[in-house]
């Protein structure tokens, strides 16, 4: 069955550079059409979509944060990682990593459980 | 980027009500759209793919339409268990983009 986990640190200081992965079974980011992307929800906010990467390497990222963001995937561990850079409290959230099975229907259907980064100093 | 604007941002409402959630594209998307489930605590779940495709293992009583710029989401006889947070999300265009929620509470 197909399933996600998030990774990384849960408390992150201003200006840091965070850095998130993504490990998942039951698919493989090597097949045509298969792609991982991140998604954050600040507490009590609503989902805000950051970056996602496809089978091909193709890259995409969210208007408002890309130049804080890389994506990157190493298919041989099948993980996704997501940096962010210069790290403020208003990026506290939970980020979440989620399968798209297919980039030109980018539906989320399987996700992780979330893993909560606080910002703080 | 294309704006997402779900009405309403709350609504109350009973065990075996029809509920509808509406969602508004800034631009047009054609079908490209689904429609998620949050609870709290929780990863969110795709329900409606291509604004009306349920998707695999989804109760019927769930059910997407629209296109182009303006779609729904009904629930046609809430159960407890829906009683939970709804966001729409486009899929037309790369930055993806989801509406701002909408909490289906218990009246």
């Known amino acids: 069955q197909v399933t996600l986990r998030e990774s990384g640190p849960a408390l992150v200081k201003p200006t840091q550079t965070l850095t998130l992965t993504c490990t998942f079974s039951g698919f493989s980011l090597s097949t045509s059409g298969m792609c991982v992307s991140w998604i954050r929800q600040p507490p009590g906010k609503a989902l805000e979509w950051l970056a996602l990467?496809?089978?091909?390497?193709?890259?995409y990222y969210s208007t408002s944060l890309k130049t804080r963001l890389t994506i990157s995937k190493d298919t041989s561990k099948n993980q996704v990682v997501l940096t962010m850079t210069n790290m403020d409290p208003v990026d506290t959230a939970t980020y979440y990593c989620?399968?798209?099975?297919?980039?030109?229907?980018?539906?989320?259907?399987?996700w992780g459980q979330g893993t909560l980064v606080t910002v703080s100093s | 980027d294309i704006q997402m604007t779900q009405s309403p941002s709350s609504v109350s409402a009973s065990v075996g009500d029809r509920v509808t959630i509406t969602c508004r594209a800034s631009?047009?998307?054609?079908?490209?759209l689904a429609w998620y489930q949050q609870k709290p605590g929780k990863a969110p779940k795709l329900l409606i793919y291509?604004?009306?495709s349920l998707q695999s293992g989804v109760p019927s009583r769930f059910s997407g339409s629209g296109s182009g710029t303006d779609f729904t989401l009904t629930i046609s006889s809430l159960q407890p268990e829906d009683f939970a947070t709804y966001y729409c999300?486009?899929?037309?265009?790369?930055?993806?983009?989801f509406g701002q929620g909408t909490r289906l509470e218990i009246k």
């Open positions: 631009q047009g998307i054609s079908s490209w």
């Open positions: 990467i496809d089978w091909d390497d193709d890259k």
């Open positions: 999300q486009q899929a037309n265009s790369f930055p993806l983009t």
């Open positions: 989620a399968r798209i099975h297919g980039v030109g229907a980018p539906y989320f259907d399987y």
């Open positions: 291509a604004a009306s």
